[in-house]
């Protein structure tokens, strides 16, 4: 008699998922607006600092949401909102930090 072990494969973090949203879509913006539509942005050191500061700030907005918006949500859609709505609450932080220290 032969048993066969059904494995179910495990589902992403949202952790890393959270990451990879992040980084595409600074890749994404930086390539349109930055690079003129090619990736010559890659070759100064400054567009990686901003580059850093815009994934790190998409990320923590999507941290929160998740953490503490979302945090009773256990619906099948919860990786979908939690970007949806903490993609700009990250950037919305960002600029107002950033003009919080306009001179």
Request: net charge positive; proline share 4%.
């Amino acid at each position: 008699m032969t048993t066969t072990t059904l494995t179910i494969p495990k589902k992403p973090s949202s952790l890393l998922i959270n990451i990879i949203v992040s980084l595409v879509l600074t890749t994404f913006l930086l390539f349109i607006d930055e690079g003129f539509y090619n990736f010559n942005w890659t070759t100064r050191l400054w567009n990686w600092v901003f580059f850093v500061i815009y994934v790190v700030s998409m990320l923590l907005g999507q941290t929160v949401t998740e953490k503490f918006i979302l945090k009773k949500y256990n619906g099948k859609n919860k990786t979908i909102l939690t970007s949806l709505i903490g993609i700009p609450l990250g950037l919305a932080l960002l600029f107002i930090i950033g003009y919080s220290f306009k001179p």
